[in-house]
């Protein structure tokens, strides 16, 4: 078996490497930082990079080695986080132009200092779509965020930079925030492991907000035992973040290994049929083959809900930019503007029964999972498109790509169900596009435990150094 | 939503009372997202929900059942 090069060794592995003193904490912090400044000018992934910062914690982590000292379980492990997390000293972008010249944070936001307790350390900030309104990884202000599996293709977004930096092996674990898709789209296009936890497990507290009533915030990997790992350890309740729930935190990573035996899983119909996607419907198959899916369960309303996410995202997400719509218009991604200008003119009405429906159809969902644990699904309608690609066939209609890339993630966050997106490579055009594997609330443990049955059974990140050629001269 | 929406309409009395400075070129592009709000807005209206139910969901709580 060949070694995985230093960029892509598990948490684990790296930790293991520093404990025994093969590697200092800032020998690594340094090899990152370096592969960082070769590959971001060609795939604009990171937006801010933390070298000083990140330097400083590593002689620290040096220090405690050196002392004899007590290390976290995440000691010298590298990380990321989407540009709307407050970086203290930073202004927090959301990939605005408008957030430019803001005050800059004055803490960082609570996921990072949880991450930091624990040793990690952080490398920068990542690019993102515009105020999080986006699924392809473009922005018109600070450029594109590419796609290490193929250059000129989207890497998806809003996490576009966290889900590119994770992918091409410039930052072991990111975080990132989904609110109709924003984790799993990127994650499919990447081919990298992303979770979208239940709406209210992890405190969003020191993020810049989108949609109040959909935003999540949750992790990006290239395996599963460090997703469950990162995951478990920030986990906890925050009241400052007047949505999170203060309940017991859940052990997954202990539990990851108990395969799916007694679980019922079954794929989803309806909606959900693939029959018009050749893609995902091919991603789809192979995983309910090595899963012994037969069943299929059709979820009434899921149309519904998707309309009702549709109609919140717009209004609520309008309502939040209305004094930047009435003083910074032109500053505005032009297609960004268009979408919040329309949602500030909706009527009230629409809204309200949005919210309606939304409750209706969560009822209804919830009451599938009287019959099955798991429910099988697409993440991505197709593989990453080319960059600039503005329509896309949904059901043979041809449609807005920006609003519909989130097709089949949109239903799920729009009533906060946890999802884990596992990744599948679509050997026709050899790009990843990835299946979401979707859970009752509160049971994360149950899409990481299947997620990793996955990972075993073959379905792992692919590296973009096999198939990408401008990987192979190491320097671009 | 028993009439089809003026999105042209609805955008001159809007921009007023928001109030935003709305250029031509915008108007395209925001009237297409606007029928696209209506396209999502009557699949609502025809979502058989019980007529007595006024429940609303301000600030969503996915809920502990089945976990």
């Known amino acids: 078996m060949v070694e995985a090069p230093l960029h892509f060794k598990t948490i684990s592995e790296l930790t293991l490497l520093i404990k025994e003193k093969k590697i200092t904490s800032v020998e690594l912090t340094s090899y990152f930082l370096e592969r960082i400044r070769n590959l971001n000018p060609t795939l604009n992934a990171y937006s801010l990079i933390c070298d000083d910062r990140a330097l400083k914690k590593a002689q620290q982590i040096d220090k405690i080695i050196k002392n004899g000292g007590k290390l976290g379980p995440l000691a010298g492990v590298p990380f990321a986080v989407k540009n709307l997390f407050d970086i203290k000293g930073n202004v927090t972008l959301a990939g605005s132009k408008i957030n430019y010249d803001n005050k800059v944070a004055k803490q960082d936001a609570i996921l990072i200092r949880r991450m930091e307790r624990e040793g990690a350390i952080l490398l920068g900030a990542t690019s993102m779509g515009e105020f999080a309104y986006d699924f392809t990884g473009e922005n018109i202000h600070f450029g594109n965020c590419q796609n290490p599996h193929k250059l000129g293709y989207m890497s998806g977004g809003s996490s576009s930079g966290s889900a590119s930096a994770t992918s091409a092996g410039i930052a072991p674990i990111s975080l990132g925030s989904d609110t109709n898709g924003s984790i799993r789209v990127p994650a499919s296009f990447c081919g990298i492991f992303g979770l979208k936890p239940t709406y209210g497990r992890l405190p969003r507290t020191g993020t810049y907000p989108f949609v109040d009533s959909l935003d999540h915030l949750g992790l990006f990997a290239r395996n599963i035992p460090d997703l469950s790992q990162c995951f478990d350890l920030i986990q906890g309740f925050d009241e400052k973040d007047h949505v999170c729930i203060d309940r017991e935190n859940i052990d997954t990573h202990s539990q990851i290994g108990l395969g799916i035996k007694n679980l019922r899983i079954a794929k989803a119909g309806g909606y959900f049929s693939t029959k018009n996607f050749p893609q995902a419907k091919k991603a789809i198959d192979k995983v309910c083959e090595s899963l012994s899916v037969n069943s299929t369960v059709n979820i009434d309303g899921t149309l519904e809900g998707r309309a009702a996410a549709y109609i919140i995202t717009n209004v609520e997400g309008s309502s939040l930019h209305r004094d930047h719509l009435k003083k910074n218009l032109s500053d505005f991604d032009p297609d960004t503007r268009d979408r919040f200008i329309a949602g500030a003119m909706l009527p009230g009405s629409w809204y309200v029964r949005s919210q309606q429906v939304r409750k209706w159809f969560k009822e209804k969902f919830l009451t599938k999972f009287n019959e099955v644990d798991i429910i099988i699904a697409p993440a991505t309608p197709c593989t990453a498109p080319a960059m600039g690609q503005k329509k896309i066939l949904i059901n043979q209609q041809e449609e807005l790509l920006r609003p519909n890339l989130g097709y089949f993630t949109q239903p799920i966050s729009a009533i906060g169900l946890p999802s884990c997106v596992i990744p599948t490579i679509d050997e026709e055009s050899q790009l990843p596009i990835g299946v979401q594997i979707i859970a009752p609330p509160w049971r994360e443990d149950l899409c990481l435990r299947v997620a990793n049955f996955l990972e075993k059974k073959g379905f792992s990140s692919p590296s973009p150094v096999e198939n990408n050629p401008f990987f192979k001269t190491g320097k671009i | ?67």
């Open chain 2, 1 to 67: 939503m028993d009439n089809e929406l003026d999105a042209s309409k609805l955008i001159e009395i809007m921009s007023k009372e928001i109030p935003i400075d709305f250029k031509p070129e915008y108007h395209d592009g925001v009237v297409h997202h606007i029928n696209n709000a209506a396209k999502m807005a009557k699949i609502l209206q025809n979502a058989p929900l019980p007529s007595n139910d006024i429940d609303l969901a301000p600030v969503f709580n996915s809920g502990d059942t089945n976990g």
